[in-house]
C-alpha cells in the first residue's frame, strides 16, 4: 500500500491511476488531549485501518495536480546515520568542502544524530536554502518509518518495528557546527513522495537510490552499500532510546552529494517506491 498526505492535509492512497481521497479514515484515529502523545496517531493506526483503506473507490486524482506533502505528519523524532556507505566516507575524507575540519568516522565510531522535526516538508513544498554563501548539499536516503514502538530491539526481530519507507533528503549545510544544527533549518528534511508499505519491500538492502540536479546525475547508488543495514540500524538506535511509530531513520547517503543553489529541482528515486521532484528556492 502506498499511502501519502498532499495539499491541504488530506490523505490518499497512491494507486498507479493517482490518488484517491481517504481523508476520512482520520475520523478514526481518535482524540488526543494535552500532553500529545509521542507518535504519530496515523501511522500507529495504520495496522488497523489498512483493510479500510485498501478497499476505497471512487475517482482517482491524477498526480501532477496535487502538493504533496510529507508522508508522515508528526514524527517524534527523525534519527539520522551520518557515514553509512563506504564510498561516501572516502569522499566525505577527501574533500575539506564536505568535512571543515570535522572528526568524519564510520558509523561505529560517529553514531547516529538527529534532525529537527521542524525541518520536515513534503516534495511539493519545495527546500528554503538560508546560509546560501555557504555550500548547501543534497543528500538523498532510505527513510525507514517506524511502526511499533522500539526499545532494545535484536536485528533478528527489527524489520517487524517497519512501518513502510519513503525517499528522504537529508539537506545540509556545509561547516564546522554540530551536524544537528546544520541539518535542521525548516525544510531541510524532505520526506517522500509517499509511503509504501513494509510489506511491499521485502529487503530494503536490494534498492537503488539516486538523484539527479537539473537533469544530472549526481548519486547513484544501492543499498546493499550500505555499512549497517535497517535491521542493525534499529537495533543500535533502539538500544539508545525507544522509537516510537512514526519516528524516521534516514540511513545514510551514498557517494555523490555536492552542492544545490536557488533555482535548481532535484529529481529523487527509490526503487520499489518511486520518484519526487523538489524545487530549491
Ligand atoms: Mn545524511
Not at 475520523?27 to 500532553?35: D, R, T, V, W
Amino acid at each position: 500500500m502506498k499511502l501519502c498526505r498532499f495539499d491541504d492535509n488530506r490523505v490518499g492512497l497512491v494507486r498507479d491511476d493517482g490518488i484517491r481521497d481517504v481523508t476520512s479514515v482520520l475520523g478514526a484515529l481518535g482524540s488526543f488531549q494535552y500532553p500529545l502523545p509521542k507518535f504519530d496517531p496515523l501511522i500507529e493506526a495504520l495496522p488497523r485501518l489498512r483493510k479500510q483503506l485498501e478497499s476505497t473507490s471512487g475517482k482517482a486524482i491524477p498526480l501532477e495536480r496535487v502538493k504533496l506533502l510529507s508522508p508522515v505528519a508528526n514524527p517524534g523524532k527523525i534519527i539520522a546515520a551520518p557515514v553509512n556507505y563506504t564510498k561516501h566516507l572516502q569522499e566525505a575524507l577527501a574533500d575539506k568542502g564536505i568535512h571543515h575540519g570535522n572528526l568524519v568516522q564510520e558509523i561505529h565510531k560517529a553514531g547516529m544524530f538527529l534532525k529537527a522535526t521542524s525541518a520536515v516538508v513534503g516534495p511539493g513544498e519545495g527546500v528554503k536554502l538560508i546560509k546560501t554563501d555557504r555550500r548547501n548539499d543534497h543528500e538523498v536516503e532510505l527513510a525507514v518509518v517506524i511502526g511499533k514502538k522500539a526499545s532494545s530491539v535484536k536485528k533478528e526481530e527489527a524489520m517487524q518495528y517497519v512501518a513502510g519507507y519513503c525517499i528522504g533528503l537529508d539537506m545540509t549545510i556545509r561547516g564546522p557546527e554540530e551536524r544537528s544544527l546544520r541539518k535542521s533549518p525548516d525544510s531541510y528534511c524532505v520526506l517522500g513522495p509517499w509511503l509504501v508499505t513494509a510489506d511491499e519491500i521485502p529487503d530494503p538492502g536490494q534498492l537503488s537510490v539516486r538523484i539527479e540536479v537539473n537533469g544530472s546525475v549526481r548519486q547513484d547508488a544501492h543499498t546493499s552499500d550500505l555499512i549497517l543495514s535497517v535491521a542493525q540500524l534499529i537495533e543500535w538506535g533502539s538500544s539508545f532510546y525507544t522509537l516510537h511509530p512514526g519516528d524516521v531513520l534516514l540511513t545514510g547517503t551514498p557517494q555523490g552529494v555536492g552542492p544545490v543553489k536557488p533555482g535548481d529541482t532535484m529529481l529523487a528515486a527509490i526503487e520499489r517506491i518511486g520518484s519526487m521532484r523538489i524545487v530549491v528556492s
